[in-house]
């Protein structure tokens, strides 16, 4: 972003934002009240993914609370009181609905139907979100409000000698492994020593840090990037004199709607999206140049936008 304040000469960045809420570990028994318990649970209802940190190093002076590590057991571990915590939603919600589907409410019936797959999914300890489903049963499944539904990123934290090579890391490769067999699920590396001591550091401190390790990217970038990827989201820029700022879509969003992300005003009077690709732009150092080599265009109401693209649209009140 910082190359495209100097095209659009200003000193005003704002970047993409993405909230991580940080919430403590889960126990056994959290569904039935261990630990935090329901306060946890009720926590991650809230959110749109899970992000969860699994270790995936040996340090004798760090005690693992099960006595070794093995991060697959933590994963399942976590997943059960998840899946016992969606068995139970499921429970609460199907009297409510079995009788407004006694009155024949279509809509009832249909998420009576889908709960009937879903509970003997769960109570084979699988998540949610590992069910196969037609297309018109997702809505449902997202109204059903179920924990193991969300998506789910598994953030490896490693050692710093494994940041060069994380895949030759027998645990990440068992997290991987887990990874594969799950629907809407995604593994990163992290390495929390190294970004701890990365938090301390200015940008171009931390940036020469890393060169110095033989790393290209923070694990906390990487996680972030993984997340963007895992709900489907991307980002396109806005440059102006008054500020270069990055706006969040969803994938697939057509040019309206991406303007609707601005302002409602926006969407509803569309005309127009002028439209340069990110590297087109700081190719050609100007908007200007970009323009005369034919690589700014104006796009309509069907043009789906890309990740990346530089805009700015046209629209009446």
């Not at 571990?77 to 499921?90: A, F, H, K, P, R």
């Not at 009937?116 to 084979?124: A, I, M, S, T």
């Not at 706006?247 to 926006?266: L, Q």
Request: hydrophobic residues 45%; negative net charge.
């Amino acid at each position: 972003m910082a190359v495209l304040a100097r095209i659009a000469k200003t000193h005003t960045i704002i970047p993409a934002a993405i909230e991580i809420v940080d919430i403590a570990g889960l126990v056994a028994g959290a569904s039935k009240g261990e630990g935090l318990g329901n306060k946890f649970l009720a926590n991650i209802r809230e959110v749109d993914a899970i992000i969860q940190v699994v270790r995936c190093f040996e340090n004798d002076d760090i005690i693992h609370s099960m006595g070794s590590i093995d991060p697959v057991r933590d994963i399942e571990v976590i997943m059960t009181e998840l899946v016992l915590s969606d068995i139970q939603s499921l429970d609460n919600q199907y009297e409510r609905l079995i009788k407004k589907a006694r009155g024949q409410d279509k809509d009832a019936i249909a998420q009576v139907a889908l709960i009937d797959r879903l509970k003997p999914h769960l109570n084979e300890g699988k998540p949610a979100n590992t069910l196969e489903l037609a297309e018109e049963d997702i809505p449902r499944l997202k109204r059903l409000c179920l924990l193991t539904s969300k998506p789910v990123i598994f953030a490896c934290n490693v050692a710093e000698d494994d940041l060069l090579d994380p895949a030759a890391n027998p645990f990440v490769q068992k997290v991987r492994a887990y990874v594969d067999a799950h629907h809407n699920a995604a593994a990163c590396v992290i390495c929390s020593r190294l970004e701890e001591e990365l938090s301390e550091m200015s940008p171009e401190e931390g940036v020469a840090f890393l060169q110095d390790m033989g790393v290209s990217d923070s694990g906390v970038s990487l996680l972030i990037r993984a997340t963007y990827d895992l709900l489907g989201l991307a980002s396109y820029f806005t440059a102006g004199e008054k500020e270069v700022r990055a706006w969040t879509f969803h994938k697939g969003m057509k040019a309206p709607e991406c303007a609707g992300v601005i302002h409602t005003d926006f969407e509803k009077g569309f005309i127009k999206a002028e439209v340069v690709a990110y590297a087109d732009l700081v190719a050609h150092g100007s908007k200007s140049a970009a323009r005369e080599a034919g690589l700014v265009r104006m796009e309509g109401r069907e043009y789906i936008f890309k990740d990346g693209d530089v805009a700015e649209f046209r629209f009446n009140v």
